[in-house]
């Protein structure tokens, strides 16, 4: 019997079997609340990190803002409040008492990050000001799905303030490039494709949104992350001003940006296949399995040796000694993990001077020589990004289709993206898209680049059913 649903015969019910099965997470005790597990948490302290280490390179500082916002910070920007509405999570009652004005549970932090701008910025010497937080967010979801859509996620936020209107476009196009880009691609194996949101689609009360879209292997579009040119709408509101050098006060302008805990469940349906997850080796929290197959005190040496030379090679390295287990189920566990490359050790395998190394992507085998098996590993994980990263882009070529009306969009979105003319779909085909549960994921320019925004002339819009 199969270990879990087909994709072909249930995406849904693969991706929940996928989470429950390689012990990714579970639904919390309060409806739309998630539980996650130490494999998950892992894998997203990776990415963390990888993102961090990038916001931080593009001159942003990590701060920490309170959970709680008051109500009526959030209605001093009336577009926003009203995006974000049915989404609250408000507090009224705390400490047995009614709360004189009552406090949301934050859903974004642009509010009160706008506050303190505008206390800390009093002169153009003390601009951009960049900084980003990592925190949780609560976001009331009717329908949650474990890390797509959940009443609590993780994430990081960025929050910056700039003199010019430019500086502030050119940061957050950096962000979203740099930063969120790079992390797609270079380390989770993910192409993307990056535009800019059409006025409907776009975060409440910013003037320009860009984000990352992905295909998943269901031909469905997840929105990956997004970064906000604001205009001065926030920097209106929260009176977030500057002293230029001739003595006359500016407003700023601001960007925000984020991403979250979405990135773990793009990152199961990006790559997953029917046995379970396939990690590319920058996320995983073990990129070298090694097995033993028997208990044997030469497989014993022959593990400990290869285990200390893979770490001092700077690879995360495990080893499974459950020789009272079946060698069939241990496999079968680790690959609904996605350990990317596995050392299986036996004896029959030593008398010839060798050692079994797997690859999970492709599900390749092969006999390499003990002596050779640490290099032949850290080999195996760079082709094993460079393989799901060609297996995911060639999925995107296949999968979208270049068409010239609405109804041949709606019909390509079935099974993948469309690409079609903007000037052929506007406002009103987008109504129409929706009608029929397909949306606009992004504006490209028609060489395929992220425009300036939304209102620039000749552009394509690429449309799909997404999650």
Not at 203 to 210: I, P
Request: contains cysteine; glycine residues 8%; negative net charge.
């Amino acid at each position: 019997m199969p270990v879990l649903v087909s994709q072909a015969d249930d995406f849904p019910g693969w991706y929940q079997d996928v989470i429950a099965k390689a012990e990714l997470a579970e639904s919390g005790p309060v409806r739309g609340t998630m539980v996650i597990r130490p494999w998950a948490y892992a894998i997203w302290e990776l990415v963390q990190a990888e993102i961090d280490r990038r916001i931080k390179a593009a001159g942003a500082e990590n701060v920490y803002f309170p959970l709680l916002i008051p109500e009526g910070h959030l209605r001093r920007e009336a577009e926003h409040i009203e995006g974000f509405s049915p989404e609250l999570a408000v507090v009224t009652h705390a400490g047995g008492r009614e709360l004189g004005e009552a406090a949301v549970i934050r859903p974004t932090s642009e509010t009160v990050f706008g506050e303190y701008l505008a206390r800390w910025i009093q002169s153009y010497r003390d601009l951009p000001l960049c900084l980003n937080q990592w925190a949780n967010v609560v976001r009331w979801e009717l329908r949650p799905r474990l890390f797509l859509r959940t009443s609590e996620f993780l994430w990081q936020e960025g929050h910056t303030a700039h003199a010019t209107e430019a500086d502030a476009a050119a940061y957050a196009r950096r962000i979203h490039a740099d930063v969120y880009g790079s992390v797609l691609r270079d380390v989770l194996a993910i192409p993307v494709i990056a535009g800019v949101k059409t006025e409907t689609e776009r975060f409440a009360g910013a003037t320009t949104t860009l984000t990352c879209e992905g295909m998943m292997r269901d031909g469905k579009a997840l929105q990956l992350a997004t970064s906000h040119e604001l205009g001065q709408n926030f920097a209106r509101a929260f009176e977030i001003a500057y002293t230029d050098e001739q003595g006359t006060s500016q407003l700023c302008w601001t960007t925000s940006w984020g991403s979250s805990t979405r990135l773990i469940g793009g990152l199961i349906m990006a790559h997953g296949d029917d046995a379970g997850l396939r990690l590319p080796p920058g996320v995983a929290p073990v990129q070298v399995l090694i097995v033993l197959v028997k208990d044997d005190p030469q497989v014993r040496e022959v593990a400990g040796r290869l285990e200390r030379e893979l770490a001092e090679a700077g690879l995360r390295v495990r080893t499974d000694r459950r020789t009272d287990l079946g060698l069939g189920r241990r496999l079968t566990d680790w690959e609904l993990k996605g350990v990317p490359v596995r050392l299986e050790i036996g004896p029959r395998d030593l008398a010839e001077g060798t050692v079994s190394l797997a690859r999970r992507d492709n599900k390749s085998r092969e006999q390499v020589k003990v002596d050779g098996a640490v290099a032949a590993a850290a080999e195996a994980l760079r082709s094993a990004h460079d393989a799901l990263l060609g297996e995911a882009n060639a999925q995107l070529r296949t999968r979208m289709v270049e068409v010239s009306d609405i109804a041949a969009a709606i019909e390509a979105a079935r099974t993948g993206f469309a690409r079609i003319p903007w000037a052929a779909c506007g406002p009103e085909g987008e109504q129409e898209l929706g009608r029929a549960g397909v949306s606009v994921r992004c504006l490209l320019t028609p060489e395929g680049s992220v425009p300036a925004d939304a209102a620039q002339g000749d552009l394509e819009a690429v449309v799909a059913r997404a999650y």
